[in-house]
C-alpha cells in the first residue's frame, strides 16, 4: 500500500504528451488504480485550444467503441480527469502495454482526436499458488538431485512486478532450484538433496514462498506435503509441446476444441495420466478440460470483440504426481454477429423554417463491434425527407438540410436513419430521430374575398353589425394571431371611423352612426388585417357598404304651395271641353325607388264627377265639358301617396273658377274660408246658409258674366310673381313614371303681389290637350297696359316652365 500511494503522489510527475503530427492523436502514460478525480493531463493546452472554446463547441470525451468511460474533462480547466477506476489487471491481463482509447469531440465544427492512454502497472498483486497445499509423492528410491517439478505462482502484474523468484523453507532432504519456462515465467524444482527413508518419515512438509520484484515486494506462499513412495521415474510426456487450435466466436457450449495427448512409459498406476489447466486464470471459466480423455470443450460465452485469442498452460499428471506441461493456444475467429448500433450525438430541434440548404442540423454516430468487412457500416435515410448524411470523420455522418423547409406544409419530420454492416449476410439497425420545425413569421394574412359588401338600411341604430370580415393567416401562435383594424380615411369630409367601426379581435363592422339615404348612399372603407409577428406582416380589403333606402319621406308639394293663409286659384274657362288640362299638382319624395312613386288622387271635391287627377302625372283634367249649372268655385282636396311601405302621403287643396274672365270672379279672399278653417262645425254651418245662398250667388255670378263681355277684361292684381326655380329643394329627384315634373308641359303663371290675402294663377298649357291659345288667360305686358289704362301699377306676365 505504501508503494501504491507513492505512485499516486507521483503519478502526474510520469505523464508525457505524444502528439504525433500525422494522425493527431494525443497520448498519456498514467499508472493505474489512481483516484477518481485526478488528473491526467491538461488536453486544451496540449492542443492549443481556448479554454472558451471547449463550452460552446460542446467538447466532450466518449469511447471509442462505446464501453466504460475511464476518463471525462473538466469544462472550465480543460484537465482530462480520471472518471472511473483503471485496473490494468482486469483491462490487459498479461499483455506488456496497456492502452484505453478515448476520443475527444468537438462540434461546430466537428473535431476529432484520439486520447491513448498508456496504463503503467504497479504491485498491487501478491503472487498466488494454484493450491495453497502442493501434494508430492516421492519414490524412497529417488536419488539425489532427482527434481520435481513445482506448481508456478501466478501474479497478475506484469515486468518487474510479476514473480521474480522462489524460496524453500530450510531442511535436510530438499533444497530449491529456480527455472524459466519459454514464455518467461519462472518456476520452482524441489531438489533431493539427501535420500529419503520412508521407514524414517515417509511425509515432509515444506514451506515454499513466491516473490515478485515490485517495491514494496509482495508474496505468497503455499505448503508442500511431501509423501514418500514407492520409485516412479518416468512422467507423461505430451504429444506435443505447444497446441494450437481455432473456433468461431458462435461455437455453443460443449463444443470440443482441441484433444491433448500424454503418455507415460511406466505401467499400472504410474501410467495413469490426469489432464488439466495450470493456471488460476478466466480461461477456466470459458473451456473446460477432461481430466481423463483430454478433451477441452467450450464451457462460456465466446465473444470475439472481448477477446479474440486464449493462451492456456496445461498439464499432465500420473498416479504419482509426476507432471509435464504444454502450452495450448486458441484463436477465435469473428463472425458478423453484432448489428451496427446508432448513436445520437447532437441534434439541434427545433429548427427554423428558414434555414438555407446545406445547414448541420445534427451528428450521427454508428458503431460496429465486429472486425474488417464486419465491422464496416453503411448509413442512409428513407426517401421523401428533406435531409441527407454527409460522411464525417470516422464514423461521424453530419445530418444536414437539402431543400428550403415549410413549417406550415410540413411541421415535424420523422426521419428514420439506418445503418448496414457489409458481413455475410449484413445486420442492420434503425433509429428515429424526431425533428420540429420552428415557425417564422413567413405569410400575411390573408383575407377569404378579395373585396366585401355590406348592406345596411337607412336610420339603423347606432353600433348595429354591418359584415364581418375574416383573415386567415397559416403561421403559428401570435405569428398566426390576426388583429383587424381601419385604415385612415374620409367620408364626405369626416374620419371614417365616426362612420364605422371593426372589432379587432372578431372582424365584426359595426356602424357608429345611423345613416340617412338622402344624404349618403354608398361607401367605402379599408380594413386591415395585421399578425403579431415580428415584423408584423399585413393585408387590406375594401369593403363598400351600401345603404338601402327607407320610406321615412312623406311627398312634398311644391305647387300649389300651402304657404300661410294664401291660396292660389286656378281659372277655367266655360268653354273648356272634357280632357281639357287645367291645372297640375306638382310634389317630389326626398326617398328613391319604389319609395318615390307618387300617385295622386283626389279625395274631395266639390263636384266629385266634374274633375279627375292623372294617378302618376298629377295633372288635373276635366271628365266633361262644363255646363252653366256648374258651381263657379271648385274646391279639390289632392292627395299625394307615395309606394313605400308603409306609405306616406300628404294632401293639397286647389281652388278653381269657372269663368271667361276675371271681372265675373268676385272678390277672393274668402274663397278658401270653408277650407283653411274647416272644422266640424263650419260645414254644419256652411250647410245650413248653402240653401239661401246659392240663388243670390248664381244671379250674382249671371251679372258678373254679363257685364265682363262688355269690356274688355282688366287683371284685378297689381302685377305677377313667377314661383322661382330655387324653390325646388336641390335634394329631390324626380323618378321616371311618377309625373311629378314631366317635361311636356310648360305653364304660363301670373301671380298678384299686391294682395296679402290672396294669390291667382292663370295657366296656359302647350300640351296639346289643353284649350287653345285665344282661350287662355295669357297677355303680354302691353295688352295689360291697355286694359287698365292709366293705372300706376301695371301688371306683369311672368312664363313659368317646369323642366324635367
Known amino acids: 500500500?505504501?508503494?501504491?500511494?507513492?505512485?499516486?503522489?507521483?503519478?502526474?510527475?510520469?505523464?508525457?504528451?505524444?502528439?504525433?503530427?500525422?494522425?493527431?492523436?494525443?497520448?498519456?502514460?498514467?499508472?493505474?488504480?489512481?483516484?477518481?478525480?485526478?488528473?491526467?493531463?491538461?488536453?486544451?493546452?496540449?492542443?492549443?485550444?481556448?479554454?472558451?472554446?471547449?463550452?460552446?463547441?460542446?467538447?466532450?470525451?466518449?469511447?471509442?467503441?462505446?464501453?466504460?468511460?475511464?476518463?471525462?474533462?473538466?469544462?472550465?480547466?480543460?484537465?482530462?480527469?480520471?472518471?472511473?477506476?483503471?485496473?490494468r489487471e482486469s483491462l490487459c491481463a498479461k499483455k506488456s502495454s496497456c492502452v484505453v482509447k478515448q476520443e475527444f469531440v468537438l462540434e461546430s465544427p466537428l473535431e476529432l482526436h484520439r486520447i491513448n492512454i498508456l496504463v503503467q502497472d504497479i504491485n498491487d498483486n501478491s503472487p498466488q499458488f494454484k493450491d495453497e497445499s502442493l501434494q508430492i509423492e516421492i519414490q524412497e528410491s529417488a536419488v539425489k538431485g532427482a527434481s520435481f517439478m513445482l506448481d508456478e505462482a501466478h501474479d497478475g502484474d506484469i515486468g518487474e512486478n510479476t514473480v521474480q523468484g522462489y524460496s524453500l523453507q530450510q531442511n535436510d532432504n530438499f533444497k530449491?532450484?529456480?527455472?524459466?519456462?519459454?514464455?518467461?515465467?519462472?518456476?520452482?524444482?524441489?531438489?533431493?538433496?539427501?535420500?529419503?527413508?520412508?521407514?524414517?518419515?515417509?511425509?515432509?512438509?515444506?514451506?515454499?514462498?513466491?516473490?515478485?520484484?515490485?517495491?514494496?515486494?509482495?508474496?505468497?506462499?503455499?505448503?508442500?506435503?511431501?509423501?514418500?513412495?514407492?520409485?516412479?521415474?518416468?512422467?507423461?510426456m505430451f504429444t506435443e509441446n505447444m497446441y494450437k487450435a481455432s473456433l468461431p466466436e458462435s461455437a455453443a457450449l460443449d463444443t470440443v476444441v482441441i484433444t491433448v495427448s500424454a503418455t507415460d512409459e511406466d505401467e499400472g498406476m504410474?501410467?495413469?495420466?490426469?489432464?488439466?489447466?495450470?493456471?488460476?486464470?478466466?480461461?477456466?471459466?470459458?473451456?473446460?478440460?477432461?481430466?481423463?480423455?483430454?478433451?477441452?470443450?467450450?464451457?462460456?460465452?465466446?465473444?470475439?470483440?472481448?477477446?479474440?485469442?486464449?493462451e492456456m498452460q496445461i498439464s499432465a499428471k500420473d498416479?504419482?504426481?509426476?507432471?509435464?506441461?504444454?502450452?495450448?493456444?486458441?484463436?477465435?475467429?469473428?463472425?458478423?454477429?453484432?448489428?451496427?448500433?446508432?448513436?445520437?450525438?447532437?441534434?439541434?430541434?427545433?429548427?427554423?423554417?428558414?434555414?438555407?440548404?446545406?445547414?448541420?442540423?445534427?451528428?450521427?454516430?454508428?458503431?460496429?463491434?465486429?472486425?474488417?468487412?464486419?465491422?464496416?457500416?453503411?448509413?442512409?435515410?428513407?426517401?421523401?425527407?428533406?435531409?441527407?448524411?454527409?460522411?464525417?470523420?470516422?464514423?461521424?455522418?453530419?445530418?444536414?438540410?437539402?431543400?428550403?423547409?415549410?413549417?406550415?406544409?410540413?411541421?415535424?419530420?420523422n426521419i428514420t436513419i439506418t445503418a448496414t454492416d457489409e458481413g455475410s449476410p449484413p445486420l442492420s439497425s434503425s433509429k428515429s430521430v424526431q425533428l420540429s420545425v420552428a415557425d417564422i413569421n413567413d405569410n400575411p394574412p390573408v383575407f377569404e374575398e378579395e373585396s366585401y359588401s355590406a348592406y345596411v338600411s337607412e336610420n339603423n341604430k347606432a353600433g348595429s353589425t354591418l359584415c364581418s370580415v375574416a383573415a386567415r393567416d397559416p403561421d403559428w401562435r401570435q405569428n398566426g394571431t390576426v388583429i383587424y383594424s381601419l385604415l385612415a380615411g374620409e367620408v364626405n369630409g369626416a374620419p371614417v371611423s365616426s362612420y364605422v367601426s371593426v372589432n379587432g379581435d372578431t372582424g365584426v363592422i359595426h356602424a357608429v352612426r345611423s345613416f340617412d339615404y338622402e344624404q349618403l348612399r354608398s361607401f367605402k372603407v379599408q380594413v386591415m388585417a395585421r399578425d403579431n409577428g415580428s415584423p408584423p406582416l399585413s393585408s387590406n380589403v375594401t369593403v363598400s357598404v351600401f345603404i338601402s333606402d327607407v320610406n321615412d319621406n312623406a311627398p312634398q308639394i311644391l305647387y300649389p304651395a300651402p304657404e300661410g293663409n294664401s291660396f292660389m286659384t286656378e281659372l277655367v274657362p266655360k268653354a273648356a271641353h272634357g280632357g281639357s288640362l287645367v291645372s297640375k299638382v306638382i310634389a317630389v319624395d326626398a326617398d328613391s325607388g319604389q319609395n318615390a312613386w307618387l300617385s295622386y288622387q283626389i279625395v274631395k271635391s266639390t263636384d266629385p264627377g266634374l274633375f279627375t287627377?292623372?294617378?302618376?302625372?298629377?295633372?288635373?283634367?276635366?271628365?266633361?265639358?262644363?255646363?252653366?249649372?256648374?258651381?263657379?268655385?271648385?274646391?279639390?282636396?289632392?292627395?299625394?301617396?307615395?309606394?313605400?311601405?308603409?306609405?306616406?302621403?300628404?294632401?293639397?287643396?286647389?281652388?278653381?273658377?269657372?269663368?271667361?274672365?276675371?271681372?265675373?270672379?268676385?272678390?277672393?279672399?274668402?274663397?278658401?274660408?270653408?277650407e283653411k278653417n274647416s272644422k266640424?262645425?263650419?260645414?254644419?254651418?256652411?250647410?245650413?246658409?248653402?240653401?239661401?245662398?246659392?240663388?243670390?250667388?248664381?244671379?250674382?255670378?249671371?251679372?258678373?258674366?254679363?257685364?265682363?263681355?262688355?269690356?274688355?277684361?282688366?287683371?284685378?292684381?297689381?302685377?305677377?310673381?313667377?314661383?322661382?326655380?330655387?324653390?325646388?329643394?336641390?335634394?329631390?329627384?324626380?323618378?321616371?313614371?311618377?309625373?311629378?315634373?314631366?317635361?311636356?308641359?310648360?305653364?304660363?303663371?301670373?301671380?298678384?303681389?299686391?294682395?296679402?290675402?290672396?294669390?291667382?294663377?292663370?295657366?296656359?298649357?302647350?300640351?296639346?290637350?289643353?284649350?287653345?291659345?285665344?282661350?287662355t288667360l295669357r297677355k303680354s305686358p302691353s295688352d295689360f297696359a291697355d286694359t287698365f289704362g292709366d293705372d300706376s301699377s301695371p301688371e306683369v306676365g311672368l312664363e313659368l316652365i317646369f323642366l324635367k
Open 613 to 674: 287627377i292623372g294617378v302618376h302625372s298629377g295633372e288635373i283634367r276635366t271628365q266633361r265639358d262644363i255646363s252653366e249649372s256648374d258651381s263657379m268655385k271648385q274646391n279639390l282636396i289632392v292627395s299625394v301617396k307615395d309606394n313605400g311601405q308603409p306609405s306616406l302621403s300628404a294632401t293639397c287643396s286647389m281652388y278653381l273658377l269657372i269663368s271667361d274672365n276675371l271681372a265675373e270672379v268676385p272678390e277672393l279672399k274668402d274663397i278658401s274660408y270653408d
Open 319 to 413: 498416479g504419482l504426481g509426476m507432471a509435464t506441461y504444454a502450452t495450448l493456444t486458441i484463436e477465435v475467429t469473428d463472425i458478423n454477429d453484432n448489428t451496427p448500433v446508432i448513436h445520437l450525438k447532437s441534434i439541434s430541434s427545433p429548427i427554423p423554417e428558414n434555414i438555407p440548404p446545406g445547414t448541420e442540423v445534427g451528428i450521427i454516430n454508428v458503431q460496429d463491434r465486429d472486425s474488417e468487412s464486419n465491422g464496416q457500416v453503411r448509413c442512409s435515410l428513407q426517401q421523401g425527407v428533406p435531409f441527407k448524411l454527409v460522411p464525417s470523420i470516422k464514423n461521424y455522418y453530419s445530418l444536414v438540410s437539402t431543400g428550403q423547409l415549410d413549417r406550415e406544409v410540413v411541421s415535424d419530420y
Open 176 to 236: 530449491l532450484h529456480v527455472k524459466m519456462k519459454p514464455g518467461g515465467r519462472k518456476y520452482g524444482e524441489l531438489v533431493l538433496n539427501k535420500e529419503l527413508d520412508r521407514e524414517e518419515k515417509k511425509e515432509l512438509v515444506l514451506m515454499l514462498t513466491a516473490f515478485d520484484g515490485g517495491s514494496p515486494q509482495r508474496s505468497g506462499t503455499a505448503v508442500i506435503h511431501v509423501t514418500v513412495l514407492d520409485a516412479n521415474d518416468n512422467a507423461p
Open 680 to 775: 266640424l262645425t263650419s260645414y254644419l254651418i256652411i250647410a245650413l246658409v248653402s240653401v239661401s245662398t246659392f240663388f243670390l250667388t248664381f244671379i250674382i255670378i249671371i251679372l258678373g258674366v254679363r257685364f265682363c263681355r262688355r269690356r274688355k277684361p282688366r287683371l284685378l292684381f297689381d302685377g305677377a310673381v313667377a314661383i322661382p326655380s330655387a324653390y325646388l329643394p336641390p335634394n329631390y329627384a324626380d323618378v321616371d313614371g311618377t309625373g311629378t315634373l314631366r317635361s311636356t308641359y310648360n305653364y304660363d303663371a301670373y301671380l298678384t303681389t299686391g294682395s296679402r290675402t290672396s294669390d291667382f294663377k292663370f295657366v296656359s298649357s302647350y300640351n296639346d290637350n289643353t284649350l287653345p291659345a285665344d282661350q
Open 270 to 310: 504410474y501410467a495413469e495420466v490426469i489432464y488439466s489447466f495450470d493456471q488460476v486464470s478466466d480461461e477456466n471459466q470459458v473451456f473446460s478440460m477432461d481430466p481423463k480423455t483430454g478433451e477441452v470443450k467450450v464451457a462460456g460465452l465466446i465473444d470475439f470483440e472481448k477477446e479474440s485469442s486464449y
Open 1 to 87: 500500500m505504501e508503494y501504491f500511494t507513492f505512485v499516486l503522489q507521483c503519478g502526474l510527475i510520469f505523464i508525457f504528451v505524444d502528439l504525433s503530427p500525422i494522425s493527431g492523436d494525443v497520448s498519456y502514460s498514467i499508472p493505474e488504480e489512481m483516484k477518481r478525480g485526478s488528473v491526467i493531463g491538461n488536453i486544451a493546452k496540449d492542443l492549443g485550444l481556448d479554454l472558451g472554446t471547449l463550452t460552446t463547441r460542446k467538447a466532450r470525451i466518449d469511447t471509442e467503441d462505446n464501453t466504460l468511460q475511464y476518463s471525462s474533462l473538466n469544462l472550465k480547466t480543460g484537465e482530462l480527469i480520471i472518471h472511473d477506476r483503471i485496473d
